[in-house]
């Protein structure tokens, strides 16, 4: 006789469990509220994409990191990165998915369950995302594919855990189709990678912000600007940018591409992460650091430009740049792509 699953939402509670979902909770309350009322929401739900689709992969075995996700979505391998065979279509099914998302309306959380489901009489009561874990558990097992890792952000938002799809929050668990027994450790590794992934995209969130803030303030001290103001959004919806890429999107040379990402480093506002390659390549400051590029920062993190009329104006000329660039993604239908360096 087949052994009968536990239900993962009604766990063997303790305190430190019933404090492991508190925490969790919160943390994707704070990246939620955060998210609904920034001005860099686009450019954060799309490197979000990214991260969360990572995580699908590596549920699925593919032996792909982060950092290769964000180089293949941008059609740059980073330097000393191995160049990665190409995962079929997945890059087409990571645009579908960013794009479902981006367009999911309100519904009921019934209505996309791919299987059959009578919830016990008690299921109101129970918690939340414990509730979302059940029905991942129940869609890992009956589909043994990504989907049901990625489900997972759109099944908070029809459960009313979150105000949006946080594409960051999916989450793979070999365990749930593997060792459905051990459920008190897959519960626990639950709460604490969606705790995790909802801190690191809070940080993430905040340094977009703050490069917006860098950014205006640097475009208004700047005599001749020039290009910065379409290369600096430019590189917060593509922050793998290569002076070829951004020549073809800016319609500049490559010459003049790259001299205009060096005048954004030397700025501050950009990363070049070469090394010795025969081209280059460059990350916001956030991800350099956060891929290994140059280390952490130390000491008191740098103040804010202070508020004033004249960074006033040039923020909002600055979101109005990234507005035309969400439009001209939309006029694609796909997310904007450098070509490979040869």
């Excluded at 060096?262 to 956030?286: F, K, M, N």
Aim: charged letters at 20%.
């Amino acid at each position: 006789m087949a052994s009968r699953h536990p239900d993962l939402s009604a766990p063997a509670w303790t305190h430190g469990l019933a404090y492991e979902l508190e925490t969790t909770i919160a943390a994707i309350a704070r990246l939620d509220a955060r998210i609904s009322a920034s001005h860099c929401a686009s450019a954060w739900t799309r490197r979000a994409a990214w991260s969360g689709f990572g995580e699908a992969l590596r549920g699925q075995g593919v032996e792909i990191d982060e950092i290769d996700i964000f180089g293949q979505a941008c059609g740059l391998p980073l330097p000393s990165r191995s160049l990665l065979p190409t995962f079929g279509d997945d890059l087409a099914v990571l645009a579908a998915w960013h794009e479902s998302l981006a367009r999911r309306g309100p519904r009921h959380w019934r209505e996309a369950l791919p299987f059959s489901f009578d919830p016990p009489a008690d299921w109101g009561q129970r918690p939340l995302l414990l509730r979302a874990l059940e029905l991942i558990a129940r869609h890992a097992r009956a589909d043994r594919t990504s989907v049901p890792w990625l489900a997972l952000p759109a099944l908070l938002h029809d459960l009313g855990v979150t105000h949006r799809p946080l594409p960051n929050l999916a989450w793979a668990d070999k365990g749930l189709r593997l060792q459905p027994d051990a459920a008190d450790a897959i519960t626990r590794r639950f709460l604490k990678q969606l705790r995790r992934s909802a801190v690191t995209g809070l940080e993430r969130l905040e340094a977009i912000e703050a490069d917006r803030l860098r950014a205006a303030h640097a475009l208004g001290q700047a005599r001749r600007p020039g290009a910065l103001l379409p290369l600096l959004g430019l590189s917060q919806v593509q922050p793998v940018l290569s002076p070829r890429g951004v020549g073809g999107h800016l319609g500049l040379t490559i010459s003049g591409a790259g001299k205009l990402l060096t005048r954004a480093a030397r700025a501050g506002l950009l990363v070049e992460v070469s090394g010795r390659q025969s081209w280059r390549a460059y990350l916001p400051p956030d991800l350099a650091q956060a891929f290994g590029f140059v280390p952490a920062r130390r000491g008191r993190p740098i103040a804010p430009p202070r508020p004033s009329p004249a960074l006033d104006a040039v923020l909002a000329d600055f979101d109005a740049e990234m507005r035309a660039i969400d439009e001209r993604l939309a006029r694609l239908g796909v997310g904007m792509t450098e070509p490979t360096p040869a």
